[in-house]
């Protein structure tokens, strides 16, 4: 994954180019063609994503009291197929697929976001976002995704803590009952990803999780860390 200048990138109404990589939608499915290097230890990287959405939403819910940042899934509910050439993998399973999108920088009104998205027994998509700005605010959004087109606010299960992961960043999520962690998935010295296993409107469900720590993110150590992972083109 590589942070390229506008030079590098071009888009129109069903394509995005960044590099030599590409995304198009073809009216039913959005095929997301990879080529690229990976770091720090050179590696190639190329094949083809496919996201099949079960149902599209135009939905959009605002993370700040200004509407700044804007967060809203597009597919909710998906079917992933990934085919990569190097290295050689192939795999099918469930998807989802959303979009943020913001107006000034992300460490300006946040501190700290909790995310989690759960496929309900129905297939329906249950998606909790708790987040903590810098100014002692909270807000939590709490949303259902019906599979035939709908969206359903309920009310957000209570606070469960969670253990640190090994950089020692907290990490929390709501739950009807205790939270058990299935798998980690990414940790690293701002953000983390897992797999857990929790209690959401009346259902033991499997939850993706995912924690942002924006100081952390900021810091000056991190961002002299950042291009050794993620390389910049200008």
Known sequence: MTERGARFNARGADYFSIGPSHLHWDGQALHIDINEITVPIPRKIKGRVTVYPEQLFNFGAPLDPYALHMWGPLAPSARVSVNLQ????????????????GS?????????????????????????????????????????????GHVSEFEAPPTKALPKTLWAIPRRMRSDSEVRIQQQLEDTPFYQRAILQSELLGE???????????????????QAMLPWRMPRRT
């Open 86 to 101: 190097d290295p050689q993998q192939t795999w099918q399973g469930h998807a989802y697929l959303d979009s943020n999108e």
């Open 104 to 148: 000034e920088p992300i460490d300006r009104p946040f501190s700290e976001w909790d995310w989690s998205r759960s496929r309900l027994k129905n297939g329906d998509t249950a998606v909790l976002y708790d987040i903590q700005r810098k100014d002692s605010t909270s807000q939590v959004l709490a949303y259902r995704f019906h599979q035939q």
């Open 204 to 222: 033991t469900v499997e939850s993706f999780h995912e924690t942002l720590n924006v100081p952390r993110l900021t810091s000056k150590i991190v």
